[in-house]
């Protein structure tokens, strides 16, 4: 490394998460009677109930799988730029992923494209809340009530987003969040499903009683996990557990494994255990303050990327307050993009890619795609890069950050 910036932080032995997590405090794994992480959660999007699983993948499996049993239909449309988990999930459940091209230079599916993708084989489209932004729920709704499919909305990275006052997650047939590490509140690994009709919500229980197991070894491996996450999501010691190996997957060429994007098709199925689940509720009551402190640093942070000129930030459209664990960014062009990673992927700042690819370019998930073209996703993928917006990262260094993005975007 020959950029200060970078050369600088690394000699520090510092390391900043690329998405502002919630992090734990070690009286959270004292359980609480009171604590309940159901009902906490429950109140904090203001729903009658929820679901918990053991990720937002098996949130999206049963989920699938509740609505694949009372439908022939055996289609599901996703945005073709999104975690490689989706499509893992609904392969799982033997259904078929349709990639749906994103409108030009959003993370939203072209109205268009939808509606020409959706027909009488769909059984559900999922608008999906990506980088803490309010996705288009509106036409995802509007063409799943022509073509008759329900619609799930992915709010995986969007918990406590609202549109018009409602929390996202709530607008769909079926809604679910992430509690993995680093989308905010976690659980090392978790998920949640809310439905806004009570039969529905009785069938999603239903079939988690059927198709998920115990799995008492991966509640117990999650445990320890949780522990670790509890000890290492720290600016002093996340070198260890995020940077060294981004680093190395990075010299190595390795993009999908610096994402973070090397996952595996075969998605874990177990009960998520009483105690994990009460670190959570405890951890639960700090979220409102945390969000409310992460929107008041982004806003000022936001103009400050936005004044780049060649630069632009994903933002939120009237009547949408999105979350901000990150800033999603788009330069003008791929090259340019590049220039910029090339000096702060590796420098301790919390700069990252989101997903590596557009799905259709990931060779694991090629099976489930073929030949599909989705140049809108793949444009997106290869000019976009993200921020973190965790407290960690100091003024000046977010100042270092955008004047090698200015640099980058002028050359
Ligand atoms: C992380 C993520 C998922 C999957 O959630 P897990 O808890 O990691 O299984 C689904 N969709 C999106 C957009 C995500 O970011």
Same mark, same amino acid.
Do not use: N
């Given at each position: 490394m020959h950029d200060a910036a970078a050369g600088r932080s690394t000699t520090r032995w510092r390391e900043i998460?690329?998405?502002?997590?919630?992090?734990?405090?070690?009286?959270?794994?004292?359980?609480?009677?009171?604590?309940?992480?159901?009902? $906490?959660?429950?109140?904090?999007? !203001?729903?009658?109930? #929820?679901?918990?699983?053991?990720?937002?993948? *098996? %949130? @999206?499996?049963?989920?699938?799988?509740?609505?694949?049993?009372?439908?022939?239909?055996?289609?599901?449309?996703?945005?073709?730029?999104?975690?490689?988990?989706?499509?893992?999930?609904?392969?799982?459940?033997?259904?078929?992923?349709?990639?749906?091209?994103?409108?030009?230079?959003?993370?939203?599916?072209?109205?268009?494209?939808?509606?020409?993708?959706?027909?009488?084989?769909?059984?559900?489209?999922?608008?999906?809340?990506?980088?803490?932004?309010?996705?288009?729920?509106?036409?995802?709704?509007?063409?799943?009530?022509?073509?008759?499919?329900?619609?799930?909305?992915?709010?995986?990275?969007?918990?406590?987003?609202?549109?018009?006052?409602?929390?996202?997650?709530?607008?769909?047939?079926?809604?679910?969040?992430?509690?993995?590490?680093?989308? $905010?509140?976690?659980?090392?690994? !978790?998920?949640?499903? #809310?439905?806004?009709?009570?039969?529905?919500? *009785? %069938? @999603?229980?239903?079939?988690?009683?059927?198709?998920?197991?115990?799995?008492?070894?991966?509640?117990?491996?999650?445990?320890l996990e949780l522990a670790g996450y509890a000890m290492f999501y720290r600016p002093s010691w996340l070198q260890l557990a995020y940077g060294v190996p981004l680093r190395r997957a990075l010299r190595r060429g390795k993009l999908i494994e610096a994402t973070g994007d090397d996952f595996s098709a075969n998605i874990p199925l177990h009960r998520v255990g009483a105690w994990r689940k009460q670190v959570g509720a405890n951890a639960l009551k700090r979220l409102p303050g945390s969000l409310a402190l992460l929107a008041e640093q982004a806003a000022s942070r936001k103009t400050r990327l936005a004044a780049i000129p060649g630069v632009s930030v994903a933002g939120d459209s009237p009547g949408r307050h999105g979350v901000w664990p990150f800033f999603l960014v788009l330069m003008e062009s791929e090259g340019k993009r590049d220039a910029a990673l090339a000096r702060l992927w590796m420098s301790g700042l919390g700069i990252t890619r989101l997903f590596a690819h557009a799905l259709v370019d990931y060779p694991y998930l090629a099976r489930h795609f073929g030949t599909v073209h989705t140049p809108n996703a793949r444009t997106f993928a290869a000019r976009m890069l993200t921020i973190s917006n965790s407290p960690w990262l100091a003024d000046e260094d977010f100042e270092q950050v955008c004047a090698v993005l200015d640099e980058c975007a002028r050359a």
């Open positions: 998460p690329p998405t502002a997590g919630l992090p734990l405090r070690w009286h959270d794994f004292v359980p609480r009677p009171d604590a309940s992480l159901e009902r $906490g959660f429950a109140s904090f999007i !203001g729903t009658p109930s #929820v679901q918990v699983e053991c990720s937002g993948s *098996a %949130a @999206l499996i049963v989920a699938l799988e509740t609505l694949k049993r009372g439908s022939a239909r055996r289609s599901v449309v996703i945005p073709a730029y999104t975690c490689p988990l989706v499509p893992l999930a609904i392969a799982h459940c033997g259904l078929r992923p349709v990639a749906c091209d994103l409108a030009d230079g959003h993370f939203d599916m072209c109205p268009r494209t939808l509606e020409g993708l959706c027909d009488s084989d769909t059984l559900a489209i999922v608008p999906t809340h990506l980088a803490g932004r309010v996705a288009d729920v509106e036409s995802a709704l509007r063409v799943a009530r022509r073509v008759g499919a329900a619609v799930i909305e992915d709010a995986a990275q969007a918990l406590g987003a609202t549109w018009h006052g409602e929390p996202v997650g709530t607008f769909g047939d079926v809604g679910f969040y992430s509690l993995a590490a680093g989308k $905010g509140l976690t659980l090392y690994e !978790g998920g949640v499903i #809310v439905a806004r009709d009570a039969e529905l919500r *009785a %069938a @999603l229980h239903r079939t988690s009683r059927e198709i998920v197991p115990a799995g008492r070894l991966w509640e117990a491996r999650r445990l």
